[in-house]
Structure formats: structure tokens, C-alpha cells
């Protein structure tokens, strides 16, 4: 593993595909080819994303800065199949949605006592309901097809649930 978090391997792949992409040997990549490059990763880049690249690297990327982006991209893909392993274990009907309770009888769910009792640093009530009115701010989540709430029926995607754990990841590093 190099000190970036890729593996020898991925650190050889990435390199020769960003020297494909780089073909004046320039030592950097466009914002267009960026897009190009990660999109034959199987990363595609949103256009946010893009500007937010863009920004921090001065318009261009350089094969250094693109070995990161990879490294943080293979880090939140490792963790997106972690998380999603954790929250199979209650989608016992493996419908994509688990049980989190309404409003009324949340703190009955078996989502809020394994959250607030297991693990070695176990939420509190308040820690449970600040994470659950982050999904619930977004509400209604475009899986559903406008069918109902989390608040009315008690069930979660835990896929958005997920796309909402690691945009908070980005946005507040040290504390995710």
C-alpha cells in the first residue's frame, strides 16, 4: 500500500491510464479529459464535482493530483460497501429500506437500540435523532417515487442514507 491508499497495482493502473488520457506528456489533464479519465475508471464526476477538482487545482490536474482523487474515491467506495453491510443486517427482506420507527415509536426500532447500545462508542438519544433528521431533512428521496416518508411509515433507503453519511464525510472530514 503507498502512502496515498492505493495498492502498488491500482497506483500502476491509474498511472498509465492518466498517461493514455495525457497524451503531449503535458504532467497534466484538462477538466474535460479529467471527466474522460474517471468516467473510464467507472468514476464518473458530477458537475460539482468537476468545479470543486478545478478550483483547488488551479484548472488542471496533474497525475499527483489524480492518484489522490483515485485514492479518496477507492477509500469511499471501500466504506459505501462497509456501511451497506452494516445496514443489510436490518433489511432482512433485502427490499433496500430498514425499519427506523416513526416519529412516534422510533425509539422502539430495533435500528435506534442497536445504534444507541452497540458498538464502542454507542449514540445517545440525542446523536440518534440529529442523524436521523439529517435523512429526514432530504425527504422524500427520489427512490421512492414520491410515495410516502420515513416519518409516516418508518422505512429508510439506506442507499440515500449512505450518499447522505459520505457527503457529510466530505463536507466535515474530521468529524465523520
Avoid at 467506495?77 to 427490499?95: A, M, T, Y
Avoid at 440518534?128 to 432530504?138: A, R, T, V
Wanted: proline share 3%; aromatic share 10%.
Amino acid at each position: 500500500m503507498t502512502d496515498i491508499g492505493l495498492t502498488e497495482e491500482q497506483q500502476r493502473e491509474f498511472t498509465e491510464k492518466f498517461n493514455d488520457i495525457d497524451k503531449n506528456r503535458t504532467g497534466f489533464v484538462s477538466p474535460f479529459e479529467l471527466g474522460v479519465l474517471m468516467r473510464s475508471l467507472g468514476h464518473p464526476l458530477t458537475d460539482e464535482d468537476l468545479r470543486n477538482i478545478t478550483a483547488e487545482n488551479d484548472r488542471c490536474v496533474t497525475l499527483a493530483d489524480f492518484l489522490t482523487i483515485m485514492a479518496k474515491r477507492e477509500q469511499d467506495i471501500s466504506l459505501q460497501e462497509k456501511l451497506k453491510d452494516g445496514f443489510l443486517v436490518f433489511d432482512r427482506d433485502r427490499s433496500g429500506y430498514i425499519n427506523v420507527g416513526t416519529r412516534e415509536d422510533r425509539y422502539r426500532s430495533e435500528f435506534y437500540t442497536q445504534m444507541t447500545s452497540l458498538g464502542p462508542n454507542p449514540w445517545d438519544e440525542k446523536e440518534f435523532e440529529e442523524f436521523m433528521s439529517e435523512y429526514l431533512g432530504i425527504e422524500p428521496v427520489a427512490s421512492r417515487g414520491g410515495q410516502g416518508n420515513a416519518n409516516e411509515d418508518g422505512e429508510v433507503d439506506y442507499m440515500e442514507m449512505i450518499k447522505l453519511m459520505l457527503k457529510a464525510k466530505q463536507e466535515f472530514p474530521d468529524v465523520c
